[in-house]
């Protein structure tokens, strides 16, 4: 069975924003199945709840499964994580781009739409994935570098740090990301 592709967006976000776009066209141009899930954001409407409901369907389609390669930005990596654990679902890589988990204090808005994804059990993604990579840089205007690389170093020695990288988004000038297209 060929690979298929799930790319989440982060808090505020859309599939139609950062490096997303850019990752699901150089995935399409492979001829390879990818799936960006346009989930609910803004406060009151971004929880781990709402956003599962939507990953489920996903999930009983088949579409996540041991052929499935999830890149994922910002809050979405510890979502993620949760989703997996909980539903226990493995799958064959994860790509993290600045994940953290119980992270709080960027501000009220980002606090309030991120609290319910975080979780106590993050090392039990081990369980579920053996591949996973996290990139992060040392200068995230949003999440302190120690709670990137503290989530990072409980998951995996599969590290890429890049200096000067922001949090890896379009106001970061990351509207491409071409180090990501080798985990493809």
């Not at 088949?62 to 989703?83: G, R, Y």
């Not at 709670?147 to 200096?163: L, P």
Request: proline share 3%.
């Amino acid at each position: 069975m060929k690979n298929n592709y799930l790319l989440v967006h982060g808090s505020f976000g859309s599939p139609f924003s950062n490096w997303i776009p850019y990752l699901r066209k150089e995935i399409e141009n492979k001829d390879l199945e990818v799936y960006t899930p346009d989930f609910p954001t803004g406060v009151g409407y971004q929880n781990y709840e709402n956003w599962s409901k939507i990953l489920k369907i996903y999930a009983e389609a088949n579409i996540i499964n041991e052929n499935t390669i999830i890149f994922a930005h910002s809050i979405a990596p510890i979502f993620v994580c949760k989703f997996l654990v909980e539903n226990k679902i493995k799958v064959k890589r994860l790509v993290f781009v600045c994940g953290f988990n119980n992270y709080l204090g960027i501000d009220k808005d980002y606090d309030a739409v991120n609290e319910s994804m975080y979780f106590d059990n993050l090392a039990d993604i081990k369980n579920y994935c053996d591949n996973i990579v996290c990139f992060y840089s040392d200068n995230d205007p949003y999440v302190k570098y120690e709670a990137e690389k503290e989530f990072a170093d409980t998951i995996t020695e599969n590290q890429i740090m890049i200096s000067g990288g922001g949090h890896l988004n379009s106001e970061s000038g990351y509207t491409e990301f071409i180090e990501l297209l080798k985990y493809v």
